[in-house]
């Protein structure tokens, strides 16, 4: 569905990206992650024409959107992080108003209006000037604008910004529900968000593709060996003997201990310091203290761990 090669930006003698390629398939929903001052935003605006590449090329469907600007745009839905209301029209006015920019024939405006409305959950506001709405229902208004006139491209930037928990959940089952249907592109600080609704993920750096994979490639990519991540234990014994054994493993650290005096099992997280494969030493070590262990496994790497992994130059 995108298609990007060698694409570049640069604001005067500076590269905001460079040479970057990436290709998105249909259908998917796509994370797009990147710290500040990484190039994310100069991407999106390169996708949605907003902005033109330095060099380099943007296909949306196979079509160039710097050749054809205008039949690339019709493909695509936008929701910048502000969305683009017009305060003084009632919700049902901006959507006909919208429809009609679009192109959106006659005899399917008042229809494609109303499922949209009942999609984004808007429908008690429709009547009602976009300016006295507050900032969750602005949000979706700017949503199903981005819907109108049902494009295969779906552009979304902080789609969830200002709602509250119970709305963030109903756009993120929104957002679930368009996959296949449509190809999403959803690029947020909340990582969680991202790894709730994604299939895959295209993380930026420095105007570099850092990585592109789904979340268990990335994930398993950066873990190692099983043995050389994170793991968690169920172990049989006192919590307080079961720290001071760890604490003579100086390879690792211990995450968490969460004790249930009722049974005598602690549930245990270490995490290995240096990448080492650490179950023959925890093993060993437990069954010397006579500490039983009855159950261990690795833990993936969450999104955060890995969007720091790729982006920082710690550990």
């Known amino acids: 569905m995108i298609r990007a090669e060698k694409l570049s930006r640069r604001f005067g003698k500076i590269d905001a990206i460079s040479e970057i390629d990436f290709n998105i398939e249909k259908g998917t929903i796509v994370g797009f992650l990147g710290p ?3 190039g994310k935003s100069t991407t999106m605006n390169l996708i949605t024409g907003y902005l033109a590449p330095s060099s380099g090329r943007v296909f949306i469907d196979g079509i160039d959107i ?3 600007p205008l039949q690339a745009k019709r493909l695509i839905g936008y929701l910048p992080e502000q969305p683009p209301l017009y305060r003084n029209l009632t919700v049902d006015e901006y959507l006909d108003f919208v429809s009609e ?48 006139g049902n494009p295969k491209l779906l552009i979304l930037d902080e ?3 200002g709602l509250d928990p119970k709305q963030i959940i109903e756009i993120r089952e929104l957002i679930r ?15 969680p968000e991202v790894s709730a609704t994604c299939q895959w993920i ?12 789904t979340p268990e490639n990335l994930s398993g990519r950066l873990s190692g060996s099983p043995g050389s991540v994170r793991q968690k234990l169920l172990i049989r014994g006192d919590a307080e003997e079961i720290g001071k054994t760890f604490d003579k493993l100086p390879f690792l650290r ?6 249930n005096p009722s049974t005598n099992l602690s549930e245990v997280v270490i995490a290995p310091s240096n990448h080492q494969d650490v179950r023959e030493a925890i093993f060993f070590a437990m069954a010397e203290a006579k500490l ?9 790497l969450s999104l955060e761990e890995i969007f720091l992994n790729l982006t920082t130059s710690e550990d």
């Not at 506001?125 to 300016?131: A, C, N």
């Not at 295209?202 to 994979?213: F, L, T, V, W």
């Open 36 to 38: 500040n001052g990484a």
């Open 66 to 68: 710097v050749k054809s």
């Open 101 to 148: 920019f679009k192109r959106v024939p006659k005899t399917r405006r008042k229809s494609d209006i109303e499922s949209i409305r009942e999609r984004v959950k808007i429908n008690d506001v429709r009547g009602r000037l976009i300016k006295g709405l507050s900032r969750g229902y602005k949000q979706r208004v700017g949503l199903a604008q981005a819907l109108v």
């Open 159 to 161: 789609p969830t910004a």
């Open 177 to 191: 529900s368009l996959r296949g249907e449509h190809t999403v592109v959803l690029s947020s600080h909340i990582l």
């Open 202 to 213: 295209i993380i930026i750096n420095k105007g570099e593709i850092a990585a592109s994979d």
């Open 254 to 259: 211990i995450q968490s201990i969460k004790a």
């Open 292 to 300: 039983p262990i009855l159950q261990m496994s690795p833990m993936d």
